[in-house]
């Protein structure tokens, strides 16, 4: 499939019936969250921290189990069906069972080097990322070739340091959260890529580097490096005129 270069969308969606609202919740001190997702098989958070390991903890932040794989760090982490797909932050990712057994050899993202800071598994399948050496936000197969691409300097405001990034399933929205050398703030897209929304989390915490949903509470929660703090919010998601809240989705099924 040709790669669609440089898809700008800056339209911000006009008379929404819902904007993206955050209300905090919680908070507990964690140290050096770097990539986060929510599992809710085991109604806990996978975190990884750049690191050999990444780490599956409570949602208060108890230490439930640690994997590794065969990369050389683990800087971003995602759910991927009953598996996890965890990169090195350099362009190779590699999946693995949540025991930490390699599902295969490491593979690498299609278009070379990229600084890859976050990914996450949208409705198709598609492997997102996001990367801020070059700025981008792409959209790969499963089996790592290029299908779409975004120049996130072209929109508006920019999104020069994107770190983290989450997909509500409810919604296919994508959450990305861009750190202190950028906007410290939160972006929010449509599937397609279309910026929705900016917040800013400087009243929060400074440099966020991690974001994951649980949808089946409402619940947001973003990992920042300053403090090394894991902080909990409630969140509605920006929605056009007339339409409903999203329900509920899955929740945890542990309990």
């Not at 890529?193 to 994951?212: C, H, M, R, V, Y």
């Amino acid at each position: 499939m040709p790669v669609k270069a440089s898809l700008v969308a800056m339209c911000v969606l006009c008379s929404p019936a819902a904007a993206l609202e955050l209300r905090e919740t919680g908070r507990y001190e964690l140290n050096r969250p770097a990539s986060l997702d929510y599992d809710p098989t085991f109604c806990g958070l996978w975190i990884a921290n750049e690191g050999p390991e990444a780490v599956l903890v409570t949602l208060q932040g108890d230490e439930l189990r640690r994997i590794s794989s065969d990369l050389y760090r683990i800087k971003a982490i995602a759910i991927e069906g009953d598996h996890l797909l965890v990169g090195d932050g350099l362009g190779s990712l590699q999946r693995v069972t949540k025991d930490g057994t390699p599902l295969g050899v490491p593979f690498t993202l299609e278009g070379g080097f990229a600084d890859t800071e976050g990914i996450a598994i949208n409705a198709k399948g598609q492997i997102v990322t996001v990367e801020d050496d070059p700025e981008r936000l792409s959209w790969f197969d499963g089996d790592g070739n290029l299908t779409t691409r975004i120049d996130t300097m072209q929109l508006s405001p920019p999104l020069s340091e994107a770190q983290g990034i989450a997909i509500d399933p409810r919604t296919g929205h994508m959450l990305i959260v861009d750190d202190w050398e950028g906007t410290n703030s939160l972006y929010e897209f449509t599937a397609g890529g279309q910026l929705l929304a900016q917040q800013s989390l400087l009243e929060f915490g400074t440099d966020p580097e991690g974001i994951a949903i649980r949808p089946g509470s409402n619940q947001l929660f973003v990992a920042f490096d300053g403090g090394a703090k894991i902080v909990t919010f409630d969140y509605t998601p920006t929605l056009p005129e007339g339409t409903p809240p999203p329900p509920p989705g899955a929740d945890c099924m542990m309990f």
